[in-house]
Nanobody, 126 residues
Framework: QVQLVETGGGLVQAGGSLKLSCEASGLTSFNYHLAWFRQAPGKEREFVAAFRRNNNRLYYADSVKDRFTASRDNAKNTLSLQMNSLQPEDTAIYYC???????????????????WGQGTQVTVSS
């Protein structure tokens, strides 16, 4: 049974940093596409970053690529997201997601992923 558990959310002032972690169980992370998404109140789910399976090719959303750094540790089955220079518009619930197979062109869409964590809240105050 695949489980994804996110930790590390919290309240931070604008300009601050947070690091999120996602611990995966029931899968071998190297064989899965792994991603971060976020959803702000009243908005649709938004892609943040994704790793292709079987290599470390990494994709970012334009809105975060100069501020956020995603990483994966296949030995520990964990996915991380270092978030710097946080802004109020980054306030959202952040989710990690996994998919064993997906069309590469869809990795930025939530429908490509069939496993999701419960999410962790990130709140950035101005």
């Amino acid at each position: 049974q695949v489980q994804l558990v996110e930790t590390g959310g919290g309240l931070v002032q604008a300009g601050g940093s947070l690091k999120l972690s996602c611990e995966a169980s029931g899968l071998t992370s190297f064989n899965y596409h792994l991603a971060w998404f976020r959803q702000a109140p009243g908005k649709e789910r938004e892609f943040v970053a994704a790793f292709r399976r079987n290599n470390n090719r990494l994709y970012y959303a334009d809105s975060v690529k100069d501020r956020f750094t995603a990483s994966r540790d296949n030995a520990k089955n964990t996915l991380s997201l270092q978030m710097n220079s946080l802004q109020p518009e980054d306030t959202a619930i952040y989710y990690c997601a996994a998919a064993q197979s997906a069309i590469l062109s869809t990795l930025r869409t939530g429908s490509a992923y069939n496993y999701w964590g419960q999410g962790t809240q990130v709140t950035v105050s101005s």
